[in-house]
């Protein structure tokens, strides 16, 4: 189920996301992380998408802990 990443791998895949977001209005940026990886063909585009998906509910779930260790 894991399928392991080099450093630099995903550091580019976040700086690529984050310029695009600068571009792409509502945060489409992070998305084009997934398209990134189809197109690599590192992932298909279901399994692409939910990974984007579930990187930003663990970003969500992060600042949430934190907010509420902050309260």
Not at 43 to 52: E, K, N, Q
Request: no cysteine; glycine share 6%.
């Amino acid at each position: 189920p894991f399928t392991p990443m080099p450093f630099r791998r995903a550091a580019s895949l976040i700086l690529a996301g984050q310029s695009m977001n600068i571009l792409l209005p509502s945060k489409l940026g992070d998305l084009a992380k997934a398209w990134f990886l189809v197109r690599e063909g590192a992932l298909d585009s279901p399994r692409a998408i939910h990974l984007v998906v579930f990187e930003k509910l663990l970003d969500l779930a992060s600042l949430s802990f934190l907010a509420m260790a902050g309260v």
